[in-house]
């Protein structure tokens, strides 16, 4: 579309004028905006730098993701559960044999990926801060056109809705794996400094999975009506709240995962001692 000039509907003698079609923010400029509009893509595109950076090295360490009964403990990194592959110090099922030689991070991290790369928020995050489409809001895109997710590969993203699936069952086995960290010495119930942050692990990953917008639609959001689905509109209703503050847990999430694998990875290794409650 070529720019066009009209103005926008004000008292006589105010008119502003819009360009149609031209660059936001003026034929020369990219923004009109004068406040550090930078700062938060810039401490997105750092954040989201950092975990990749750091999940990528420890996914590929292929040691120190699990503290096991010789040190009196059952703590499992969430970057390795569940641990699918034989040559897991922690085997959650063989489904992958001998043939698997590489870390066994790497055959599951693909499902929790897909989840946060396809989510509604993350996706904000990145076309913002990595791709400038646009930067912030009111500053010109850094691309000439625009076509939305409706070719390839950005059409992939309409697979969000299977990944909530799998998420929803890596939820489940996270909690599973903080309930297992209660394990004590002798088969009797005890807990450590790893159980609580495996724990806090297991709700923060379940609020993420549970206040994604896939879940909120999947409760309620296609219902031509309410009235019929009471059950169904109870759950949509607690959900609705929790969605709203989807960004938060996607970041707390996110943080708390990589913490919960260094901290095991420092016990694992000897680095720090994992103090025992009981
Ligand atoms: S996980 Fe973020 S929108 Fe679904």
Redesign the pocket.
């Known amino acids: 579309m070529s720019a066009q000039s009209v103005t926008a509907a004000q008292p006589a003698g105010h008119e502003t004028p819009v360009i149609l079609g031209g660059v936001r923010g003026g034929p020369n400029k990219k923004t009109l905006r004068t406040d550090r509009w930078w700062l938060q893509p810039l401490a997105t595109a750092s954040g989201l730098l950092v975990f990749v950076v750091y999940a990528t090295w420890a996914a590929f360490q292929n040691a120190n993701y699990y503290v096991g009964p010789a040190m009196h403990r059952d703590y499992l990194s969430p970057l390795y559960s569940p641990c699918l592959a034989q040559n897991c110090k922690y085997v959650w099922g063989p489904v992958l044999g001998s043939w698997w030689s590489i870390s066994p991070a790497i055959a599951v991290l693909i499902f929790p990926l897909g ?1 946060r790369l396809t ?4 996706r904000k995050a990145y076309y913002r801060s990595y791709w400038g489409s646009p930067p912030a809001c009111a500053v010109a895109d850094a691309h000439r056109s625009y076509t939305g997710e409706t070719r390839f590969p950005l059409i992939l993203q309409n697979a ?1 809705r299977w990944f ?1 699936y799998i ?1 929803a069952i890596f939820a489940g086995i996270n909690i599973f794996d903080a309930v297992a960290a209660f394990r004590g010495f002798s088969g009797g119930i005890g807990m450590g400094l790893g159980t609580l942050i495996l724990c806090i692990n297991g709700v923060l990953l379940s609020l ?2 549970i206040s ?4 909120r639609h999947l409760l309620g959001g296609q219902l031509r009506s309410f009235h019929t689905h009471r059950i169904r509109y109870w759950l949509w209703d607690k959900i609705t709240p929790l969605n709203k503050h ?1 960004m938060l847990f ?1 970041w707390l999430s996110l943080f708390w995962v990589a913490f919960t694998d260094l901290y095991i990875r420092l016990v694992a290794a000897g680095w720090i001692h994992d103090p025992r409650f009981f």
């Open positions: 989840l989510c509604y928020y993350y969000h909530f998420g993420y999975t994604c917008h896939s879940c989807h996607a």
